[in-house]
């Protein structure tokens, strides 16, 4: 690599190489500012008062008054539990039904295999969304209707996470699992010893875009709740700002604002881990 | 024989590593879809009697149903203005953050925000902008002396204000996959363009293009997808209004469901959506797969 670099200077490269032309910068701010001005609006309208929601004043006062009133409105302290307790127990369940199965899928002798792991990759198409209907009457029969359970169960058993941890299990060298087995250890052992930390970034990477889409998710929740108890922030957001509440503006706002925050955050923190994370998680 | 009994053992236990999934897959993947399918082609029974078995009427039912054509050429449409605009986008995106810009940083972390939004936030904040009386879009139209429009009422605006906020929301995720696949094209390539003088352009369209080409595949399956499973937006939005102007296939399920309690014709709509599915399947698997290979 260092030695084509060094090359290319011998070739002494047009001044632009690789760099932007003016016009193409000021593009491309444009449309930064453009796709960060809807979330900059909302945190101006959530940090001021009703009254400067469309009148851009620099010195309009600063409030913290939408989020108490949002918060005073709706539960929001219970939806952040629910969503908390879902999307740590998708998570987690995920991590170990998936593992088992890719483990099985990457290193255990099954019968028709490719057939069975064909059967799982439709679910990548198949999602328990498009099924509301039928999932919903399923859910009610197995008595989890309006549980976090419910909400979360029909995602456990990912085709995703299987095939992102079946490749990486795969790349493991059979020595290593050779060496632990003359140390006596079995399967499971193995698994726990061997593979599962090996393959540390691909949970890290599945772990996080599976947060991401279990705190976003939407419909599912939606039809399977009922009720504060078990509604997750989403669902509680949709249901309060529902144009038809009548709720004002600035509250929503500032409602809105405290659901992806801790997302946005977390984001904000760690921007690095969770861009590789979706695409590691995305190439499949 | 020892052996033969080690290899069975071998297979007992890799299909009970399976059993958590495969149960769990069986239950809300396989069930539903197979129940879904039937329940299309029966009319329930009334009063406990038993469901009456109608073949393909529910289809004849659906398919003289002229909302459900509307939903469908919504749906089209929604898929024709999302796809090819966020595709354009994330590639230009892609490759202004590729080269050295002031403030790549920044201007990265703009483009890839609305991704990690919840389509539901993502909706309210939009609502703000295209509100009629007191929404942004129109407060601006207003002090440049332009009559408001009204984004979500007027039939003939409300789709086209949906897919406007859903190309926002999605072409910064659909970035990051263009941004790695020109992350790995070869320097040599622009150097040997360089000497022989040839122009960014014809360099983007003879060279980068072409092989940005999985990616592009890639990116135009996911976003085939989404046009298809993500409806969360309509639940603030329009509710598939005005008149249906803004219905997409799954809420039409959702409605008919939920609110019309009419299980039989959204399991029907659901089977065209898992037909809609499956075509996206099987491009993915043959095409797609076919290219860039995973063992």
Redesign the interface.
Known sequence: MKS??AK?KT?A??PD????PAL??V???L???I??F??L??FW?AFHPPAY??RFDLFAPLTLDNFKNAWAQAPFARYYLNTFTLVTGVVFAQF???T??A???AR????GKNV?FM????????????????????ASELGLINTITGIG??Y??S?FG?FLLR?TF?TIPRELEDAARIEGCN?LEILWKVYVPLAKPTYLAYGLVSI?HH?????WP??VTNSVESRP??VG??VF???ETGVN?AT??AA?LL??AP??VA??LF?RQ??QS??RA??? | MAEMTSHRRMQLYGALLLLPAAVLLATFAYLPTITTVINSLFLPGFRGAPAEFVGLENYQLLFDDPTFWKVARNNLIYAIGTIPTSIALALGMALFVNGKLRGRGFVRMAYFTPTILPMIAAANIWMFFYAPQIGLFNKLLGALGFSGVNWLGDPSMALGSVIVMSVWKEAGFFMIFYLAALQGIAPELKEASDLEGTSRWSFFWRVTFPLLMPTTLFVLINALINAVRVVDHLFILTKGGPNNATNLLLYYVYENAFSFFDRTTAATITVVILLVLAVVATVKFTILDRRTHYQ
């Open positions: 084509v670099t290319s070739y490269p047009r190489y690789f760099s932007i193409e910068t593009a491309a701010w449309l930064a500012i796709w960060i809807p979330l609006y909302a309208a929601m469309v170990v039904v998936c088992l199965a483990f099985a899928f255990f002798p099954i019968p069975l059967l799982v990759l439709i679910q990548l198409f198949v999602f328990p969304e498009v099924l509301i209907v039928e999932n919903y009457r399923i169960l029909p456990v058993a085709a299987i490749q795969k399967w991401s705190w976003n998710n939407f419909l939606l039809v922030l989403t957001l949709g700002s529902a144009p503006w929503v706002s809105t659901s992806i997302l946005l984001f904000l921007q969770f861009v979706f695409l995305g190439i499949r």
